[in-house]
C-alpha cells in the first residue's frame, strides 16, 4: 500500500503497512498476512494433528500413541489392519469431509450475507441426499457413484434456490427462506423414496443420512480428494472474490465488479464442495454452519477466512468422529448426531441473537 506525500513541492510516495497485518519478502514479491489469522492457523494446525492422533489411538481398542505414529510410517506392522486398514483411512475421509463443508459453508454465507445460510440449511444438502438416498433405494447407482448423483442433486437444489430467491438480485433473507422452504421439501421426497424401496436397502440409507464414517475408506476419499485438488484454482480466487461481494451493492457496481457473476462463481463452487461431501459420507449436519463463524469469531476479519475455515471444519468432523466413537463404546453414534447435538444449540441462540439485534 502507497501513499502520495509532497516534499519541497514535489510529490513522493512512501509505503504504508496495514495495522495487523505481516508483510513476507521474498526477492521484489511480497505476501501479506492478517496477524491474527496467521496465529490462528499456527494454533489449529497441532490442533487438528493432535485431534488426529487421538482418532487412531482411540476406540474399542486403544492404541498408543507412539505406536500410532510409527505404524503410519510404516515403520511397525503391529497394528497394520487397525490403523491402516479401519483408522487412518476412516481419518482421511472425515479430514477431507471437514474441509470441504466448511469452505462451502463459508462461501454460501459470503453469497447470502447471512450467518444462517449454509449448505444443510438451505437445501443443498438435502437436495444431493435425496438424490443418492433415491440412487440407493431403487439399486441406480453403486456406492462408488453415490458423490456423481449427490453433486447433481446438490446442483439442482441450489439453481432452483437461486432461480426462486431471484428478484431482480439476490436479496439474503428471501435467499435464506427460500433455501429453508426447499430443505423441507426435499427431506419429504427422501422420506417417500425410503418408503417405496426394498427394507434392507432402506435401512442402510437410513444410515447414510444420519452421516457416517463408519466404513469408509480411501475408495470414497479419492473422488473427494480429486475434487478438492481441481477445485483448488477455484477456491483460491474464491478467496480475493469474497472481499468484493461483502461491499454493498453501490460500492462493487462502482468499483466495476461483475456482482451477480461473481455471487454465481462463489456459489457453485460452495454447492459443488457440499454436494460432493453429502456423497461421500452423507449429510454431516452443522459442520457448514459452525466453522466459519466460528474461523470468523478467531480471526476477528471482515471477510470468513478460508484457510482457518478448512481448518476448523476438519478439526469438527475429526473430534465428532472420536466422540461417536468413545462416548458410547462399545456402542457406536453416527459422526453428525454428534455435530447435530453442537449446532442445533448454536442455532437457536444465533437466530436470537439476530433478532434481539446482536452481531453474529
Same mark, same amino acid.
Given at each position: 500500500?502507497?501513499?502520495?506525500?509532497?516534499?519541497?513541492?514535489?510529490?513522493?510516495?512512501?509505503?504504508?503497512?496495514?495495522?495487523?497485518?505481516?508483510?513476507?519478502?521474498?526477492?521484489?514479491?511480497?505476501?501479506?498476512?492478517?496477524?491474527?489469522?496467521?496465529?490462528?492457523?499456527?494454533?489449529?494446525?497441532?490442533?487438528?494433528?493432535?485431534?488426529?492422533?487421538?482418532?487412531?489411538?482411540?476406540?474399542?481398542?486403544?492404541?498408543?500413541?507412539?505406536?500410532?505414529?510409527?505404524?503410519?510410517?510404516?515403520?511397525?506392522?503391529?497394528?497394520?489392519?487397525?490403523?491402516?486398514?479401519?483408522?487412518?483411512?476412516?481419518?482421511?475421509?472425515?479430514?477431507?469431509?471437514?474441509?470441504?463443508?466448511?469452505?462451502?459453508?463459508?462461501?454460501?454465507?459470503?453469497?447470502?450475507?447471512?450467518?444462517?445460510?449454509?449448505?444443510?440449511?438451505?437445501?443443498?444438502?438435502?437436495?444431493?441426499?435425496?438424490?443418492?438416498?433415491?440412487?440407493?433405494?431403487?439399486?441406480?447407482?453403486?456406492?462408488?457413484?453415490?458423490?456423481?448423483?449427490?453433486?447433481?442433486?446438490?446442483?439442482?437444489?441450489?439453481?432452483?434456490?437461486?432461480?426462486?430467491?431471484?428478484?431482480?438480485?439476490?436479496?439474503?433473507?428471501?435467499?435464506?427462506?427460500?433455501?429453508?422452504?426447499? =430443505?423441507? $421439501?426435499? #427431506?419429504? +421426497? &427422501?422420506?417417500?423414496?425410503? @418408503?417405496?424401496?426394498?427394507?434392507? !436397502?432402506?435401512?442402510? %440409507? /437410513?444410515?447414510?443420512?444420519?452421516?457416517?464414517?463408519?466404513?469408509?475408506?480411501?475408495?470414497?476419499?479419492?473422488?473427494?480428494?480429486?475434487?478438492?485438488?481441481?477445485?483448488?484454482?477455484?477456491?483460491?480466487?474464491? =478467496?480475493? $472474490?469474497? #472481499?468484493? +461481494? &461483502?461491499?454493498?451493492?453501490? @460500492?462493487?457496481?462502482?468499483?466495476? !465488479?461483475?456482482?451477480? %457473476? /461473481?455471487?454465481?462463481?462463489?456459489?457453485?463452487?460452495?454447492?459443488?464442495?457440499?454436494?460432493?461431501?453429502?456423497?461421500?459420507?452423507?449429510?454431516?449436519?452443522?459442520?457448514?454452519?459452525?466453522?466459519?463463524?466460528? =474461523?470468523?469469531?478467531?480471526?476477528?476479519?471482515?471477510?470468513?477466512?478460508?484457510?482457518?475455515?478448512?481448518?476448523?471444519?476438519?478439526?469438527?468432523?475429526?473430534?465428532?468422529?472420536?466422540?461417536?466413537?468413545?462416548?458410547?463404546?462399545?456402542?457406536?453414534?453416527?459422526?453428525?448426531?454428534?455435530?447435530?447435538?453442537?449446532?442445533?444449540?448454536?442455532?437457536?441462540?444465533?437466530?436470537?441473537?439476530?433478532?434481539?439485534?446482536?452481531?453474529?
Amino acid at each position: 500500500m502507497t501513499m502520495t506525500t509532497t516534499r519541497f513541492g514535489r510529490p513522493t510516495e512512501r509505503r504504508v503497512r496495514p495495522t495487523g497485518y505481516l508483510v513476507l519478502r521474498a526477492g521484489r514479491g511480497s505476501l501479506l498476512l492478517h496477524r491474527r489469522t496467521f496465529a490462528v492457523v499456527t494454533v489449529l494446525v497441532p490442533a487438528l494433528l493432535a485431534a488426529a492422533l487421538a482418532s487412531l489411538c482411540l476406540g474399542e481398542s486403544s492404541v498408543p500413541p507412539a505406536d500410532a505414529v510409527r505404524s503410519v510410517l510404516g515403520l511397525t506392522d503391529e497394528y497394520d489392519f487397525l490403523i491402516g486398514v479401519l483408522r487412518l483411512p476412516r481419518l482421511t475421509v472425515a479430514l477431507l469431509v471437514g474441509a470441504a463443508l466448511a469452505v462451502a459453508g463459508a462461501l454460501i454465507q459470503t453469497v447470502a450475507r447471512n450467518p444462517l445460510a449454509s449448505p444443510d440449511i438451505i437445501g443443498v444438502s438435502h437436495g444431493a441426499a435425496a438424490f443418492a438416498v433415491a440412487a440407493m433405494t431403487f439399486g441406480w447407482a453403486s456406492a462408488s457413484e453415490l458423490p456423481y448423483w449427490a453433486v447433481g442433486g446438490g446442483l439442482l437444489a441450489a439453481g432452483l434456490v437461486y432461480l426462486f430467491a431471484w428478484r431482480r438480485g439476490l436479496h439474503a433473507a428471501r435467499f435464506v427462506l427460500v433455501g429453508i422452504g426447499f =430443505a423441507i $421439501a426435499l #427431506r419429504s +421426497v &427422501t422420506q417417500l423414496f425410503l @418408503t417405496k424401496g426394498d427394507h434392507t !436397502v432402506a435401512q442402510q %440409507a /437410513t444410515v447414510w443420512m444420519t452421516g457416517s464414517f463408519n466404513g469408509r475408506g480411501y475408495a470414497e476419499a479419492q473422488p473427494l480428494a480429486w475434487a478438492l485438488l481441481l477445485l483448488l484454482p477455484a477456491v483460491c480466487w474464491a =478467496a480475493r $472474490a469474497q #472481499r468484493t +461481494v &461483502t461491499l454493498d451493492d453501490d @460500492t462493487a457496481t462502482a468499483l466495476g !465488479v461483475r456482482l451477480n %457473476a /461473481t455471487r454465481l462463481g462463489l456459489a457453485s463452487v460452495g454447492v459443488l464442495l457440499a454436494a460432493l461431501a453429502t456423497g461421500t459420507a452423507g449429510p454431516v449436519d452443522f459442520v457448514a454452519l459452525l466453522a466459519p463463524q466460528i =474461523a470468523r469469531r478467531l480471526t476477528r476479519t471482515a471477510q470468513i477466512p478460508l484457510l482457518a475455515t478448512a481448518l476448523v471444519g476438519a478439526l469438527l468432523t475429526v473430534l465428532a468422529d472420536v466422540l461417536a466413537r468413545t462416548l458410547f463404546s462399545p456402542t457406536e453414534l453416527p459422526a453428525g448426531v454428534v455435530t447435530a447435538a453442537i449446532g442445533a444449540p448454536y442455532l437457536l441462540w444465533l437466530i436470537i441473537n439476530n433478532r434481539t439485534g446482536g452481531r453474529a
